[in-house]
């Protein structure tokens, strides 16, 4: 079990930066599939990006603007957001699964943090 939350939400102007953390109880590089999802309250929790050990994937909405990368030795799981738009606005979760997937379906994902606001506007 891997407890997880997540900091560095905030609100940006369009075309700026925020980078998200996302802090586990455990190790997760070698344990985990981990993912940032987000959600709005007209849409449906999303995948945004995962990475299972060195692997990475990012959906095609955020794709060379977004990057997901993991500190290892520290256990935290980042989210770089440059870029960004109004419609990146939303709730960004992390989120754990087992290993054996590498998805961004969240249906995967069994442990998730709390939730950072992100909020882009002009």
């Known amino acids: 079990q891997v407890q997880l939350m997540e900091s560095g939400g905030g609100s940006v102007q369009p075309g700026g930066s925020l980078r998200l953390s996302c802090a586990a109880s455990?190790?997760?590089?070698?344990?985990?599939?981990m993912a940032w999802f987000r959600q709005t309250p007209e849409k449906e929790r999303e995948g945004v990006a995962a990475?299972?050990?060195?692997?990475?994937s990012h959906a095609d909405s955020v794709k060379d603007r977004f990057t997901i990368s993991q500190d290892n030795a520290k256990n935290i799981l980042y989210l770089q957001m440059n870029s960004l738009k109004p419609e990146d606005s939303g709730v960004y979760y992390c989120?754990?699964?087992?290993?054996?997937?590498?998805?961004?379906?969240?249906?995967?994902?069994?442990?998730w943090g709390q939730g950072t606001q992100v909020t882009v506007s002009s």
């Open positions: 989120a754990g699964g087992p290993r054996a997937w590498f998805s961004l379906n969240r249906a995967y994902y069994s442990y």
């Open positions: 455990t190790s997760t590089y070698d344990k985990y599939t």
């Open positions: 990475i299972r050990g060195d692997a990475t």
